[in-house]
């Protein structure tokens, strides 16, 4: 049985959580290939709500195991308090949730590096999340990183954290007049990690391919979305892994052939945190009243969302990039009541239109959106089940971004319950 990837298709925030959790009903497995705990997925199910950070959004099935791949940068304290806030919710985690020993480790001085360069830059700050993802991704690349499996050989791991904290060190106090770490300090945390996560840590590449050989279900979690990402995202303003559908496979070591379905999830309009260009964005009456209505807030970080109309120039590269069979559209349930709503379907710059994303954000900046206008609609389609239920305006307008991206809406969901959803053909 193959796996199926459900990618974020925008700026991250499309209510993957949601769906991902909607979908595992029929999986063995849900296995999240990137990011750290940058990325926030909410989930309410029967059981409650519920915001994650690293645990995938799997875990909430009774049947499925929760696997971070080798894609994923693990930060210790956040993780173990998410499995804690989980069992004290009576969540099941013990033998549910697996972390692949090759993942790389968020390690204090990450943190640190991450909050003093982002306040170095001032007015030119990307918007990070300032949980050291950037500079864990960093060190990984540079061979300067630490996996999860040097936990489980604590004598080994002392003298390779001596020589990363070195390295950190010197950045910390030379480059940013901070305050250096001590190795005893940081090395006794580990120990801690060491005693707390051991059982969690596994050969999560081997078990994938077993599941997969044994004819079971995968799910493929993503986190932020594609124009996030590090090769192909609105650079620099980007995340520091990758989103998109080449990450699902080196994240958890699958090769290509064994990802059978591609699913991008959409919102109905548009978001983004943090800095960097953004041509369909609303900053008056509109956008706020968008924002409030669907509560735009970081899950993360609590920080308001930018709101725009939906961009099909991005949408349509986004599906491009990542070949998707199947999109899910979320959020439509937010634009129900207003009198008119609009799409960006190309831009304009320096007085000539053009139908794609340009790779340099200094263009890009300076695109004004070419908009589509439609009616909108009186009957409202939160809680809807079935497409027959939808206002012939709000069919129009599914129809229109269907057609403007390129694939097949499959799924449109409703509202924030698991149960509010309009499935137009089974995507697993």
Same mark, same amino acid.
């Given at each position: ?38 990325? *926030? ?92 993802? *950037? ?13 999860v ?45 060491? !005693? ?33 990402? !590090? ?15 080449g ?11 064994q990802?059978a379905?591609?699913?991008g999830v ?26 409030? !209505? ?7 970080t ?6 725009g ?19 899910? !559209? ?13 799409v ?20 890009l ?32 307008y ?8 390129g ?7 409703? *509202?924030?319950k698991?149960?509010?959803?309009i ?5 697993l």
């Open positions: 049985m193959p796996a199926y990837a459900i990618l974020g298709a925008q700026w991250g925030d499309e209510g993957k959580g949601k769906i991902v959790d909607f979908l595992s009903e029929k999986a063995d497995v849900v296995a999240r290939f990137a990011g750290g705990n940058n990325a *926030g997925h909410t989930v309410i199910n029967d059981q409650g709500h519920f915001s994650l950070h690293q645990v995938p959004s799997g875990i909430f099935w009774p049947q499925t195991l929760s696997v971070m791949g080798s894609g994923v940068v693990v930060d210790p304290p956040s993780l173990l308090d998410e499995i804690s806030s989980l069992k004290n919710r009576g969540i099941d985690v013990e033998g549910r949730l697996l972390i692949s020993e090759r993942a790389h480790l968020i390690m204090p001085y990450h943190i640190e590096l991450d909050q003093l360069s982002e306040s170095a830059k001032g007015d030119n700050a990307i918007g990070t999340t300032g949980r050291g993802i *950037g500079p864990a991704y960093a060190d990984k690349a540079s061979r300067n990183g630490l996996r499996s040097e936990l489980l050989d604590l004598d080994a791991l002392k003298p390779r954290l001596k020589e990363t904290l070195e390295h950190a060190n010197a950045l910390i106090t030379k480059v940013y007049s901070g305050k250096p770490m001590e190795l005893e300090t940081v090395f006794n945390k580990c120990k801690e990690w060491s !005693l707390l996560l051991s059982p969690y840590i596994g050969a999560a590449e081997d078990i994938l391919h077993e599941r997969l050989e044994g004819n079971q279900i995968i799910v493929l979690e993503g986190a932020q979305g594609a124009l996030l990402d !590090l090769d192909h995202g609105t650079y620099p303003f980007v995340t520091s892994s990758n989103p998109t559908i990450g699902a496979s080196v994240g958890l070591g699958l090769h290509p052939s990802i379905g591609v699913i959409f919102k109905a309009y548009c978001t983004r945190v943090g800095g960097g260009p953004f041509p369909t964005e609303l900053t008056g009456k509109t956008g706020d009243r968008i924002r409030d !209505l669907a509560q735009e807030f970081g899950t993360t609590g920080r308001p969302r930018r709101v109309w939906f961009d099909s120039v991005m949408a349509n590269y986004s599906s491009k990039i990542n070949g998707y069979s199947s999109v899910v !559209l979320t959020r439509l349930d937010v634009l129900d009541g207003f009198d008119s709503i609009k960006c379907v190309g831009y304009e710059f320096d007085g000539k239109r053009i139908n794609r994303l340009p790779g340099g954000q200094g263009v900046q300076h695109c004004e959106p070419i908009f589509e206008e439609y009616s909108g609609w009186d009957k409202p389609t939160a809680g809807a089940t079935s497409f027959a239920e939808l206002p012939k305006q709000a069919v129009d599914v129809m229109r971004l269907e057609s403007l991206i694939c097949p809406i499959d799924v449109i969901s409703t *509202g924030p698991r149960q509010e959803a499935t137009r053909r089974s995507i």
